[in-house]
């Protein structure tokens, strides 16, 4: 951890741009998560269950 912090120091980075970068950072992973990992991870749920319910009705009908 001390080695980063001489790094941003010796780069001559003000706090206040680290923590933008930092939390603009973390914004996108929630914003990749809820436009991309959410919704995928719901359609495949949903088509998880549909190919299940499907398999339990054709067996029941032989």
């Not at 603009?24 to 749920?45: E, G, K, T, Y």
């Not at 088509?47 to 319910?53: F, G, I």
């Amino acid at each position: 951890m001390i080695q980063i912090s001489n790094l941003i120091l010796a780069a001559d980075v003000s706090p206040e741009v680290a923590g933008s970068s930092s939390f603009n950072m973390i914004a996108s992973f929630f914003a990749a998560a809820l436009l991309i990992v959410i919704p995928a991870a719901a359609f495949l749920i949903f088509v998880s269950q549909k190919d299940s319910l499907e398999r339990t009705s054709a067996t029941r009908r032989r």
